[in-house]
């Protein structure tokens, strides 16, 4: 009970040491509980922004994620929360892009966020976590840039495996044709004939699922080619 009492103390002090200096930071603090990733403490900025209060937030546990974020972009950050839990270092730092539900907006609101591990427990397990979280919407241009990029990589995580089975010459043909070259263009350059070229084109086509010039430019894109 002793210990129990200890690191209970010890939790509030760590919150209250934020809370003390929480308004006068430039981000939004969100302080979380490991097991269930509910939330212990969000900063008032935050709490005005989502509608709610910190008792609300406390009540609703694991819901919060699914009532203020867009779990679309979860796929990107989950797994990188997870390496990050199971390393346990509490010098590591995660840095994410999300999509917040903001009490006065239809659309989603794009933040920049970092989370490390605030707090373990006596035996050393990560117990809480720490984010902080910049909202990029007034930055010229940021949300449209987050939103492609977050496009982007989910389009490369859909497609990879089927991506990695093209040899090294389908690649060069398919970088060679979303550049807008031609089979006898393709041919001359890699000292092929057109022929071979139309073959290895139609391997590619098949192998990615793809038909048009467009689709050959958006891997070429996504997989760094040009």
Sequence with gaps: MLLENSFERLIAERVKAIDAIASQLPVIVIIQKIADFSVLYMSPK?????GMTLLELQEIKAEYQHRFFNIEDSEEYWPKFRSLLLENNMDQNLSYLQQVKHKDRVDWAWYISATRIFLQDETGAPFLMITTATAI??????PSKAERLL?????LRNNYQKFSMLGKREKEILKMVSLGYSSPEIGDRLHIASATVDAHRKNIKRKLAISSYYDFAEYARAFDLI
């Design 46 to 50: 935050g709490l005005d922004l989502l």
């Design 137 to 142: 919407d007034d930055m010229k241009h940021m």
């Design 151 to 155: 496009k982007e990589n989910n389009f």
